[in-house]
């Protein structure tokens, strides 16, 4: 945290940014479904509550005066240009409660039909053949730091002080992490782990690290039905073309690095691939409508 208030100039640029009024949106359109579906959805009273703070505590920052002392500016600054990263994991539990009581229904039949109408066989269950332990454990891992991979650009461009830069990729990614979502709702798909645990002849077994980070990330994840579009492949291949602006090198260690998760997503069972190429679209799509949609909203000031 000293890294982070230490960095930048004293005080963000004024006015509404464009990830101000995405996230503000998300919430609310989020609230609204909490209000139709209030008695089926799991506290929430809370949640709705929670949303208003949330919104309120960003329209105080947007309008807020700047502070007297310069510590407290500078965090202001922080959250300014870092609360996207809390909200949307936040907005990731959310919609894992909405999901049922809104969509009532999944649909890995049909995708998992979709994926064998395009190769003649369920992947997941072909790919067995290729199964190694050493193979496992290390997908299990780059899977694992999806995360910090994408993290990974954004302190980068902090670090370097190119907080113009920092800005529209916060609102990329959170576009990015916000559209899968609306995917998440509108695809309800658990995936083949699940769906296809009958049909695989063996679970896949890797070193010591392969159990405990699985059972982690499902512990993380809980129940959810966050399959459609593969969020990883789609915000992998956003920090991907990211990165680009950083260095030619880091850009091709996340080429790699994409073709690798790609892979483990559908090698571990965590995705269908039709999954893969839905998040793959969407990032494409993305990183076409991205730029207009943050021009339309850049603030006059900043």
Known sequence: MVSLVSAGPASPPPGWWAVDRLILGYLAAASLLLGIWFPEVPGAGWLLAAHVAAGALIVLAVQARPCPGAACDRLRMVFRYWYPLPYVASCYKVVALLIPPVRGVQKDAEIARLDRLLWGANPTVWLERMHEPWLTEALQIVYSLFVPAVLLVAFLL???????????????????FLASYVGYVLVPVRGPRFFLAGEQHFALRGGW??????????????????CFPSGHTELTLLAWWSSRQIS????????????????????????????VFAGAGLALGLLMAAPYLYRMEKPSVG
């Open 158 to 176: 902090w670090r370097k002080r190119r907080l113009e830069d920092f800005r529209y990729y916060a609102f990329l990614i959170a576009l990015g």
């Open 209 to 226: 690290l392969f159990g405990l980070l699985q059972h982690t990330l499902d512990r993380l994840e809980s129940a959810h039905y966050d």
């Open 248 to 275: 030619r090198k880091l850009f091709g260690g996340f080429s790699v690095y994409s073709v690798l998760i790609v892979f483990a997503t559908v090698y571990l069972r965590y995705h269908y691939t039709i999954d």
